[in-house]
């Protein structure tokens, strides 16, 4: 089975709405092309989870991701930035896995992943 994994990192509103619009796409059609979709969301991103912004980007991109977890897409974030930041047990009570970023960046290369970045 091949991966796609779609890697959120920018914090725009473009780049939010886009990522996890696109991840949501992917996911309606993963079981039919047979590919393994896994989302990760790192820096500001990631920070976008957890942040109080509530404008109508940051709510969306929130509830998207939200539910990516919860149809049982794999969505992670970075560790290391959760621990730094305080936000490991909300980002988990989220059903977001967390891990470090070197670790899931080796691993799509070992597992030939097509990563798409936004």
Known sequence: ????????????????????????????????????????????AQAAITSAVDDEVHVEYRAQIDALAAAGVRVSACLNAAVADGTENELRNRGILLEYARDAFARYGLEGAAVISF
């Open 1 to 44: 089975m091949a991966k796609t994994v779609i890697f959120i990192f920018h914090g725009d509103d473009a780049s939010l709405n886009a990522g996890s619009h696109v991840a949501e796409r992917v996911r309606q059609i993963a079981d039919d092309v047979d590919v393994e979709l896994e989302v990760y969301c790192f820096g500001p």
